[in-house]
């Protein structure tokens, strides 16, 4: 059985048997996504979507060269039951759904447990540990959503990049990468060495399968949503060309402005060859390389995700907040967008976060993402009303605010539902990732609210 005795750690040597009978893993591997091409006039919208151009607000069937296979009936009709994936589809649910980013983190006693034991690489790479947290975690606070344990550097490894966690300095890669040359020589063709993530998805996926039902023919409304996850091109490719977490971005933008100089609407392009952009024509190649091969990887990676059973994908940008709108349009918008089309045509709708975002959003909200995680700086109602009600939102409560005494954050959660007013679409979340030493209690305090709320 995979649960559960609390967080401690059950021996590892059955996970090789668990994984044999694990079919969607085999599947996503037997079927490369390469050459994977969407057209809109090939969606067929399923009953109560809106299919207001880009925003494909419901499970759509998707007629591609993609194997039909992949897409997952049991995990996109009948999660439907759940309310975090009707939420995610702006579908009408019984209450609020919740879930917290970062929800199984450092401020719990019980994963603190499991790392003294592991390193988070280990945890990640673990099926049975990583099953065991992402669970532990649902369980203990209650929530709608279940989100895998893992890391969003995780792709860096088989596309060539080695990177470690330096205790209180975050991820550091060891070479970044900084030249065209670099770029080409990543790997796309071993995203199957990620297969540990979906055979986790596929634990956590039979634990709640097996959950007590009221209705044995259908999932209530209490199924809990399984949420997989991967990073957004922009995000991503930040970490690989700074080598860690960065203040400006520097490196990052070099690369980006290289690919192709910006120029005013109708001017002649001109070739920068000033001394102090040094490289920009040599690596003019750079940015698009590293973009495509992201999307590749992304693509299959999420793919395989969703063939083990995740119910929704979350495309972290949690750094996009970086780039002026201008910017995020000219470089960022196609690769993402790309990326969310690829896997909304594996069936499952896509969260689409970034943090930082306010100016950000309308553009964000053309990728076609399903829902839009909003942080805690953007009032959601005006949010909301500015991007027409045509998506989803995410949010977006201060994470400090659980420091706070508990009448102020019973208010700061109330004026964040009655920002959302009941409307079809909100999923209750904080406006990003829980931080160390938050107390357990006041998150178990929100989810009750949340329960209570209506
Ligand atoms: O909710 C959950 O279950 C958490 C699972 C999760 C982790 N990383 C595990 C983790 C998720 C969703 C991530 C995504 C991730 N990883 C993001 C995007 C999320 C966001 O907050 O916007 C980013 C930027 C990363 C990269 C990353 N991982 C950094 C920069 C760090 C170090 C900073 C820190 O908080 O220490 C990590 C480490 C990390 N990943 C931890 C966890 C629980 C904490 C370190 C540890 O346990 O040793």
Not at 128 to 154: K, N, P, W
Not at 159 to 176: C, R, S, W
Not at 436 to 451: N, R
Request: aromatic share 8%.
């Amino acid at each position: 059985m995979l649960r559960s005795k609390g967080w401690e750690t059950e021996p590892l040597s059955d996970f090789k048997n668990h994984a044999s009978v694990v079919p969607g893993s085999d599947r996503a591997q037997a079927e490369p996504l390469a050459g994977l091409e969407l057209d809109g006039q090939n969606r067929v919208a399923s009953p109560g979507a809106d299919s207001d151009g880009p925003n494909r607000a419901a499970t759509t069937v998707v007629q591609t060269a993609y194997p039909p296979a992949v897409i997952q009936p049991d995990t996109a009709a009948g999660a439907n039951g759940s309310r975090f994936v009707r939420a995610c589809l702006r579908q009408p649910v019984d209450r609020t759904p919740v879930w917290f980013l970062r929800q199984a983190g450092r401020y719990m006693p019980e994963y603190m447990a499991v790392r003294k034991h592991h390193s988070l690489l280990d945890i990640c790479r673990t099926p049975e540990i990583a099953a065991e947290v992402t669970i532990t975690a649902a369980e203990r606070l209650g929530v709608d959503a279940a989100i895998i344990f893992a890391d969003l550097l995780l792709p860096l490894t088989p596309m060539g990049l080695d990177f470690e966690f330096v205790a209180n300095e975050g991820p550091q890669i060891h070479t970044p990468l900084r030249t065209a040359d670099q770029a080409r020589a990543l790997r796309t063709d071993r995203t199957n060495d990620l297969l540990y993530v979906s055979h986790a998805i596929e634990k956590v996926a039979a634990h709640f399968a097996a959950r007590p039902r009221t209705e044995s023919a259908h999932p209530t409304p209490d199924t809990l949503g399984i949420i997989g996850f991967c990073g957004a091109p922009f995000t991503l490719a930040s970490y690989m060309i700074e080598g860690g977490s960065s203040r400006n971005y520097i490196e990052t933008k070099k690369l980006m402005y290289a690919s192709h100089p910006a120029t005013t609407p109708g001017a002649p392009f001109k070739a920068v060859s000033s001394p102090w952009v040094g490289s920009a024509a040599t690596e003019s190649a750079a940015w698009s390389i590293l973009m495509d091969k992201l999307i590749t990887v992304l693509t299959e990676y999420a793919a395989q995700q969703v063939a083990a059973g995740a119910d929704v994908i979350q495309v972290f940008d949690s750094w996009v907040g970086a780039l002026s709108p201008s910017d995020y349009r000219d470089y960022a918008l196609a690769p993402t967008t790309t990326l969310i089309r690829n896997i909304q045509a594996l069936g499952v709708p896509v969260i689409y976060f970034g943090v930082e975002t306010a100016s950000l959003l309308p553009i964000m909200r053309e990728t076609g993402c399903d829902v839009l995680g909003l942080d805690w700086r953007t009032p959601l109602d005006r949010a909301w009303a500015d991007l027409n009600y045509r998506v989803a939102v995410q949010g977006n409560l201060d994470p400090i605010t659980l420091f706070a005494p508990p009448e102020v954050l019973y208010a700061r959660v109330a004026e964040v539902l009655a920002a959302a007013a009941n409307r079809p679409g909100h999923i209750f979340n904080l406006g990003h990732g829980i931080v160390p030493t938050t107390p357990v209690d006041a998150v178990l305090s929100v989810v009750q609210q949340l329960k209570s709320a209506r």
